[in-house]
């Protein structure tokens, strides 16, 4: 029997104390782009939601090179998305004895990544530019 050989890995974060609309600004830049290309873009960028995101990416990007012994320049992210985590519920105590819920939502991010020399047959949709 003849197995296929793995082409993608992941690295998923979650719980991450942050709303799915400020993290989603951000996946939407780095989506279809080189690994190299996508670590410039995530440490110029002024938003808060960078920081996790670059830690992803690294990650994803660690376990290609130990699970397909990939190099990182011929990386690329296939997939990147972000889901709804769940909202920590607490209280917070206000004048005369009353109390004021406070909301703090969470996010699970995944980064999916291939390499491109894996998938030579295959023509993927991504914006690397090659020299």
């Known amino acids: 029997m003849l197995q296929k050989r793995k082409t993608e ?3 998923l974060g979650q719980h991450i104390s942050m709303s799915v609309h400020k993290a ?4 939407d830049q780095i989506r279809g782009r080189s690994y190299e290309e996508t670590l410039i873009i995530l440490e110029l960028m002024p938003y808060r ?4 995101i670059f830690q992803l990416v690294y990650s994803a990007a660690a ?7 990939s190099d990182e320049s011929s990386l690329y992210i296939t997939k990147a998305e972000v889901n709804e985590g769940p909202t920590v519920k607490r209280l917070k105590l206000r004048a005369r004895g009353r109390s004021y819920p406070i909301k703090r939502p969470t ?7 291939e390499d491109i020399f894996l998938n030579e047959g295959e023509c993927p949709n991504i914006k690397i530019k090659f020299k």
Do not use: F, K
Request: aromatic fraction near 12%.
């Open 63 to 69: 376990n290609a090179s130990y699970i397909l012994g």
């Open 9 to 11: 890995v992941y690295a």
């Open 24 to 27: 989603r600004r951000v996946i």
């Open 49 to 52: 939601a960078c920081y996790p």
């Open 107 to 113: 996010c699970h991010i995944t980064i999916v990544m």
